[in-house]
Nanobody, 121 residues
Framework: QVQLVESGGGLVQAGGSLRLSCAASGNIDSINRLGWYRQAPGKQRELVAT???????NYSDSVKGRFTISRGNAKNTVYLQMNSLKPEDTAMYYC???????????????WGRGTQVTVSS
């Protein structure tokens, strides 16, 4: 089992920056990819960015060039640096961990409880 705890959310003005952190614990060897997803009220949860153990990254077109996902020096940590924030970035941001074989997801993913990001205009 893997536990994920997010932090770093908050209220920021448009154009500002935030850095989200996710700390993973438990059976870390069972996962090989970490990522961030977000869900705004009344909308479907959507991909923000993912990163694999070999540092392969994937970004949503809506955040590409503004957000950067990275792994910390500690193997159990992933960050999301968010710059040039827009009101439409407002959402609950969730950390996700899973295991992949190529592009195929194996088993059930793990989810954190989320951290709220609110961007005011």
């Amino acid at each position: 089992q893997v536990q994920l705890v997010e932090s770093g959310g908050g209220l920021v003005q448009a154009g500002g920056s935030l850095r989200l952190s996710c700390a993973a614990s438990g059976n870390i060897d069972s996962i090989n990819r970490l990522g961030w997803y977000r869900q705004a009220p009344g909308k479907q949860r959507e991909l923000v960015a993912t990163i694999t153990n070999n540092d392969s990254t994937n970004y949503s077109d809506s955040v590409k060039g503004r957000f950067t996902i990275s792994r910390g020096n500690a193997k159990n940590t992933v960050y999301l640096q968010m710059n040039s924030l827009k009101p439409e970035d407002t959402a609950m941001y969730y950390c996700k961990a899973d295991r992949t074989f190529g592009t195929i997801i194996i088993g059930i993913p793990y989810w954190g409880r989320g951290t709220q990001v609110t961007v005011s205009s």
